[in-house]
T-cell receptor
């Protein structure tokens, strides 16, 4: 049973526009959410996170929104750049030093 | 600068071979993890460790074992490699904390079993 779901395997966006990547979760014990970015043949790199006590966190061009009642989070990238083309993984964990649970990823292609 | 280093970027092994994947971190992290990444399946947790000589099974431990003799080193062992273990293997580490924090990943090892 998948606890973290990324229902869009791929997304294509024009350079300069907004990219919106979505993630849903089923485990109500999750209280910390992260986004990772992964290029081919490299390890994932941490992008941004949000605690369940917040509904928004912003870092430069990247903003994560959390809707706890809907068990949904999204990553907004504005403006999108060709270098943002990568696979984005949503991850979640619950308190108490538990491992991260990952979604299947969404491949973002930013077209110049 | 934080660093998680995996011993090999690419490995090719034969079916039935015993395979060792090594991971070292220099951040003095208590937690270490092994994931595998497969197309369409995302990152799946194989094993993790909270401390030296401690190990916990993840979601897909079958066919794997681990060793953590030193805090900075976490090894993944494929006792008898099979073709369905062809995958990208990712090691990660994080602080042991009740307040959640991010995990740091190594560059990955692409293992091909032929």
């Amino acid at each position: 049973d998948q606890q973290v779901k990324q229902n869009s395997p791929s997304l294509s966006v024009q350079e300069g526009r907004i990219s919106i990547l979505n993630c849903d979760y089923t485990n109500s014990m999750f209280d910390y959410f992260l986004w990772y970015k992964k290029y081919p043949a490299e390890g994932p790199t941490f992008l941004i996170s949000i605690s369940s006590i917040k509904d928004k966190n912003e870092d430069g061009r990247f903003t994560v929104f959390l809707n706890k009642s809907a068990k949904h989070l999204s990553l907004h990238i504005v403006p999108s750049q060709p270098g943002d083309s990568a696979v984005y993984f949503c991850a979640a964990s619950s308190s108490g030093n538990t491992p991260l649970v990952f979604g299947k990823g969404t491949r973002l292609s930013v077209i110049a | 600068d934080v660093k998680v280093t995996q011993s090999s970027r690419y490995l090719v092994k034969r079916t039935g071979e015993k395979v060792f994947l090594e991971c070292v971190q220099d951040m003095d992290h208590e937690n270490m993890f092994w994931y595998r990444q497969d197309p369409g399946l995302g990152l799946r947790l194989i094993y993790f460790s909270y401390d030296v000589k401690m190990k916990e099974k993840g979601d897909i431990p079958e066919g794997y074992s681990v060793s953590r003799e030193k805090k900075e080193r976490f090894s993944l062992i494929l006792e008898s490699a099979s073709t369905n273990q062809t995958s990208m293997y990712l090691c990660a580490s994080s602080l042991f904390t009740e307040v959640n924090t991010e995990a740091f990943f190594g560059q990955g090892t692409r293992l091909t079993v032929v």
